[in-house]
């Protein structure tokens, strides 16, 4: 067995003895199980990693369907891009799994917990593994269901629940795309790996603009829309913080929500070829960044505000890949995981200190009780505002480079995303940290530092938060981009038009929007440290802030939009249509079948007489018949 | 070797002619001759015994089992005449087709007397348990 | 071909082994005969020999069928567990005797090179059947139903051989082989009429044996009034054998006048369907409704033997493996129950409503019932969805629409019915006492399962020897 299949093997056997052994497990033993899979599995990615030859290599386990001429195998396909992708699922994922330990311990779901954590894992392995868009479709699907049991984890509270089923819903609408474009795939091109696809593709029979090539491109990324929560399909991610705080570190950070941008590194080649799809991939990145980034601005819940700050990252790499910048996309992916996943864990260290608090008016002054959460939240707010030296600067500037050289305005609106998120990040931060205690004496009493299980991740991830920018160093900084580096040879056939900045410009823009990210943290200092407001309570908002609080009232629009006409709709066809045409058809059949046979038993009527003479009747007939020819 | 239908024509005008005959003596006497209907005349005759119940009684199952082993033992026993010709015309021609011909009426006999065996022991043959 | 002297053999063994005053051997003994007979068959693969001066031929194919119906019988002899205790009226070593002689009759069927011997076949097997049917002597419909099967067995093996005869008139030869080279001739000038009569009565003969409609009538009635155990052998020997005679009759002498069958046969296989399919959804009793489902099968399986393509021969037999192993099943099942209720002095009737219940206290048995309905059924993960997938295909390539239509919408009706008795087990309220299963029972009872859930998980582990 190779190293490859180990790598998703390790989670699914984590899940099956947690899964099947829930209540049996020892409680100690769950936790060890699970890191210890996701732990196995890191290590097996790192040593594939250090061993990489640099030639994509595909694993044949077996082959699957097999239609015509069709065939679908299970193979995993090892090559830059994925190992990237594993090492990230697992490292991240290793240190959640090693978080939740301390997290989830007084929970009584902790080896269910466990075993779902696992299957996510293993199905995003799967994902990133799959040497075809089917495999990779099964992965999407996995982690689309773990999702959905892990949002409505504490499945006892219905809002949790309904938070799941839109998840899932919305994740549904965003998958069917995917699946009309991998069924476009194998009509047109009569096989789904992705080395014959993409290698048909690069023999260059395709001009740029291609119509086949933009319809699949167009649904694959709907599909990537909804994964990776894009404009319209973003409003599930910010209520999945309903789950467990590692989940949406987890799931809702730093690994599926980037599964979109996975898949679109991985159809590069198909992208760079149909403009049209990647105008609105930016656009829509763009549009989404900026409207995330101002709904965040206002949002009082921890979480809340995390989660509308993913999505607008999320924007931006969605922006990078529209002005071809994959490798920046993909940078932005990497240092996003780190400090997003630290922003989350370490929301869910203070969380866990005020005891289950999550409204940031209700702390303050938390520096001083959970000094290390301070410190690495501290380290990854910077990181996020595009603050040097820090990881967000560096990816985070890459894609605005690009975006500036491909569209001026891009990149004005992606300015202003940038310049609201360095002030709610640091809104959060001051809120949260800063200032004197709001809450209850009750929960005062009890702030604490959490446990070494947790505060561990935290430090380990601030580490990479910090320093994950030099992973890939610009020229201009004596560096060699040594990530872009690496993954040049994903692009090797792709027709790039993007051309690079000059240094004097990249250092322009660079100066820019850092100055405009401090200027928005002087601000935010301004507001909530020397001036100590507090935002309103509930329903004390007015004016543009109250649209916004209420997050430009989307959800009641789609409301008013989708739901309420197809629950009419339902409704209509559940009482009517149900009664009248399907009932009458369905139980029409079942009833005439059951008169006929009621009928023809009556044939047997048990005279072996009539047998016989029936019998006889059939022969002459049957001998008439293949007689005619002499007869007549 | 081909027939035609037609060839079969003779037999199916000896089968009218043989059915005609029948049905028309039939019909001849039951129309010729004189009818005197009496209550003596219709009723049953049974060799002078007054019919009594129903005829349809029901036989010991022993009566159609011996009567079965007889017409079992008797057609196979029927089985040893013609091979007995045929043995004797091999007996002068050939004697490696006589040997094996032996041979295996020897295994005939062998089965028919395990049946006969089998039959014995069941305790078939005798007639009161 | 040594099975056949084996078995002739084994056969007057166990007749006298019955004398030993000792039930209990007989069951290992058969058992151990049936495996002996396997064996000698199986040593007949890859050589292709003619027996008997020309009358019996093995090859592959024959093998192979011969194989299943020799398993389908191990599995009937494991499962009858030595017919009970009743010392007066049961006798076993006969019954064992006699279906070992059947096995002879019906391993005739698949083999014979001379229509005399389908003919001596045939008989051997259908005088055992009439035999088994009425086994049960005090039970007046055991005794309808032999006496109905054989009335109206002797009636069909009269057409058949008035059938066997003519085509001797036409052709001058009973030899198979001979038959095909004189009708391929035939069919480029003009035959005579009597080779086409001839040729439709001897098909008309084997259907009746397979119960195809209009020659059905005997199945129902007969099924019913059977014991469960050799209603289970019948389904499956003596539809095997018949169908084994059919399609080499129909695929190998047969073929030149393609013309005057196929269409009959194109019309009574949806008769047949629709016939076995449509009666089936009104029957209360269990057992009959497995006596119409098995006419239904016929229908599937006919399907295929209309078949002039060589590579249909793997997918009868694949379906007559995977349905021998689910009836077997089914029948088991029905044994154990209805003899458990009949213990407990309660009315037996073999109806749907005698597993109500069952799944409490019985899991296995509900399980084992469930997995052979769904094969039946054809539900996909079973041995019996690949079989009706391989004859639909087959029948698909062959470009038999309408029959294919009629037999896909029938295989829907057949879901009503099948999932009967697996509502009563789960859904509806009854008892059924824990029944205390005996090791062989439970082991076949497994076996048969898991055959059924392997074979539909990996068809290709045996369709790739057929």
Redesign the interface.
């Known amino acids: 067995m190779s190293l490859v299949t180990l790598i998703p093997l390790f989670p699914l056997i984590g899940f099956l003895i947690n899964g099947i052994g829930f209540r049996h497990v020892p409680k100690s033993l769950v936790g060890i199980i699970g890191s210890a899979a996701a732990l196995a599995s890191f290590a097996c990615a790192l040593s594939l990693f250090i061993g990489f030859s640099g030639q994509p290599e595909v694993t044949h386990l077996f082959d699957w369907i097999t239609v015509g001429k069709l065939n679908i195998s299970m193979s995993f396909q090892i090559d830059q891009l994925s190992l990237l992708m594993l090492l990230i699922i697992t490292g991240v994922g290793s240190l959640i799994h090693i978080y939740s330990v301390g997290y989830m311990h007084h929970d009584e779901g902790f080896g269910k917990f466990f075993a779902f954590l696992n299957l996510f894992l293993f199905f995003m392995l799967l994902l990133v593994l799959g040497s075809n868009f089917v495999v990779m479709f099964i992965g999407w699907e996995g982690v689309g269901l773990c999702s959905y049991l892990l949002i409505g984890f504490w499945n006892k509270n219905s809002n949790y629940g309904n938070a799941a089923r839109k998840a899932f819903i919305m994740n549904r609408i965003g998958d069917l795309g995917f699946l009309l474009g991998i069924f476009l795939i194998i009509n047109h091109f009569g096989s789904v790996e992705f080395a014959d696809v993409f290698g048909k593709i690069a023999e260059g029979d395709y001009e740029s603009g291609d119509k086949t090539l933009l319809y699949i491109t167009l649904l694959l990324f709907v599909g990537a829309m909804g994964k990776s929560a894009q404009i319209p399909l973003y409003t599930w991610l910010p209520d999945a913080m309903a789950g467990p705080t590692p989940v949406s570190a987890l799931i809702h950070a730093a690994t599926m929500v980037t599964a979109g941008i996975y898949m679109i590194i991985r159809a590069n080649i198909m992208y760079s070829l149909s403009p049209e799809t990647l105008e609105i991939v930016g656009w829509v990145g763009a549009a989404t960044a900026v409207l995330a980034a101002s709904i965040g601005l206002f949002q009082n819940d921890i979480k809340k505000v995390l989660a509308y700050s993913t999505v607008s990252q999320l924007g931006y790499m969605f922006m990078g890949l529209g002005v071809m910048a994959y490798s920046s996309s993909f940078f932005h992916v990497m240092t996003h995981a780190f400090f997003k996943a630290l922003l989350f864990l370490g929301a869910g260290s203070v969380i866990h200190a005020m005891s289950d608090e999550q409204d940031i008016r209700f702390m303050g002054g938390l520096r001083k009780k959970l000094p290390v959460t301070f410190i690495t939240f501290l380290i990854a707010t910077i990181a996020i505002s595009g603050i040097p030296p820090f990881a967000g600067f560096f990816s985070k500037d890459e894609i605005l480079a690009h975006v500036y050289e491909h569209n001026k305005l891009m990149w004005v609106v992606a300015l202003a995303g940038s310049v609201m998120t360095s002030f709610y990040m640091f809104r959060l931060l001051f809120l949260t940290f800063f200032g004197e205690f709001r809450g209850t004496h009750e929960q005062e009493h009890h702030l604490h530092e959490s446990p070494i299980t947790m505060t561990l991740p935290l430090m380990l991830l601030a580490v990479l938060s910090a320093i994950g920018g030099f992973f890939n160093l610009p020229h201009i900084f004596n560096g060699h981009a040594s990530l872009a580096e690496f993954m040049s040879p994903l692009f090797a056939h792709t027709h790039s038009t993007a051309h690079e900045a000059d240094a004097s410009t990249e250092i322009m823009l660079m100066v820019i929007s850092v100055a405009a990210a401090l200027i928005a943290a002087a601000f935010a200092y301004f507001l909530y440290i020397i001036k100590k407001s507090v935002p309103a309570a509930d329903g004390q908002e007015s004016g543009l802030k109250k649209v916004i609080y209420n997050k430009y009232y989307v959800d009641e629009l789609y409301d008013k939009i989708f739901v309420t006409p197809i629950t009419v709709l339902s409704n209509f066809f559940h009482s009517v249509i149900e009664f009248l045409v399907i009932d009458l058809i369905v139980e029409g059949i079942g009833k005439g079948v059951k008169i006929l046979s009621g009928e023809a038993r009556l044939l047997q009527n048990g005279t072996t007489g009539y047998y016989i003479f029936a019998m006889v009747i059939s022969i002459a007939v049957i001998l008439a018949w293949s007689l005619r020819a002499f007869l007549f | ?5 037609s060839d079969y024509l003779p037999i199916i005008v000896q089968l009218i002619a043989a059915i005609g005959f029948i049905v028309a003596t039939m019909i001849a006497t039951h129309s010729l001759g004189p009818k005197r209907n009496t209550k003596l005349k219709n009723e049953v005759f049974e060799c002078g015994i007054e019919s009594v119940g129903d005829a349809r009684t029901p036989i010991s199952v022993k009566y159609f089992l011996v009567a079965i082993l007889f017409v079992l033992f008797d057609v196979e026993v029927i089985f040893m005449y013609p091979w007995a010709v045929n043995f004797i015309h091999w007996v002068n021609t050939s004697a490696a087709v006589a040997k094996e011909m032996f041979l295996e009426m020897l295994v005939f006999m062998a ?1 028919l007397l ?1 049946g006969f065996v ?1 039959v014995i ?1 069941k305790g078939i043959l005798h007639w009161e348990k | 071909m040594n099975s056949i002297i084996a078995l002739s053999l084994f056969g007057i063994a166990n007749l006298f082994l019955g004398f030993l005053n000792n039930r209990k051997i007989l069951l290992p003994a058969t058992l151990a005969f049936v495996l002996v007979a396997l064996g000698l068959n199986l040593a007949d693969w890859n050589q292709e020999y003619l027996w008997f001066n020309n009358m019996l031929r093995t090859n592959n194919l024959s093998v192979n069928f011969a194989s299943v119906i020799l398993v389908a019988t191990f599995l009937v002899v494991a499962v009858s567990r030595g017919f009970g205790d009743d010392e007066e009226h049961t006798h076993p070593a006969e019954y064992y005797a006699i279906m070992l002689f059947s096995v002879v009759g019906a391993i005739m069927m698949v083999t014979f090179e001379n229509l005399i011997m389908l003919f001596v076949g045939l008989e051997i097997l259908s005088v055992s059947m009439y035999i088994l049917t009425g086994t049960d002597k005090r039970n007046l419909r055991s005794n309808e139903a032999a006496l109905k099967y054989f009335l109206m067995g002797a009636f069909a093996t009269g057409i058949l051989l008035f059938g066997i005869a003519l085509i001797y008139g036409a052709t001058g030869s009973f030899n198979i082989h001979g038959i095909e080279a004189l009708v391929l001739t035939a069919a480029g000038g003009s035959a005579p009429a009597l080779l086409y009569i001839g040729i439709v009565m001897v098909i008309i003969g084997l259907l009746f044996k397979v119960s195809a409609a209009p020659f059905h009538f005997w199945t129902p009635d007969v099924y019913e009034g059977a014991p469960a155990i050799f209603t289970a052998f019948m389904s499956t020997v003596v539809k095997t054998a018949g169908f084994a005679a059919l399609f080499r009759l129909l695929g190998g002498a047969f073929t030149g006048v393609y013309g005057t069958w196929i269409y009959i046969l194109y019309f009574l296989t949806m008769l047949t369907l629709i016939i076995g399919n449509i009666t089936a959804v009104y029957q209360q009793s269990f057992k009959r409704m497995l006596a119409y489902s098995s006419i239904s099968h016929a229908g599937y399986l006919m399907l295929t033997a209309t078949a002039k393509v060589a590579h249909t021969q793997s997918s009868i037999l694949f379906y007559s493996l995977a349905y021998s192993v689910a009836t077997i099943s089914a029948f088991a099942v029905l044994m154990v129950v209805a003899e458990t209720k009949e213990s407990n002095a309660e009315k037996t009737n073999e109806n749907f409503d005698i597993f109500n219940g069952l799944a409490k206290n019985n899991p296995l048995l509900a399980f084992v019932l469930t997995v052979s309905m769904l094969s039946l059924a054809g539900i996909p993960l079973t041995a019996g969805f690949w079989g009706k997938f391989f004859i639909f295909s087959d029948a698909f390539q062959r470009g038999i629409v309408v029959p294919l239509v009629v037999a896909v919408l029938m295989s829907a009706v057949g879901i009503y019915y099948y999932f009967k008795a697996i509502i009563s087990a789960y859904f509806k309220e009854g008892d059924v006492p824990a029944i205390e299963l005996k090791p062989i029972y439970k082991i076949t009872l497994i076996v048969t399962t898991l055959l059924t859930i392997v074979l539909g998980i990996a068809p290709d582990l045996v369709k790739s020897i057929f």
Do not use: F, I
């Open positions: 070797m081909q027939y035609q239908p089965l395990t089998y022991k």
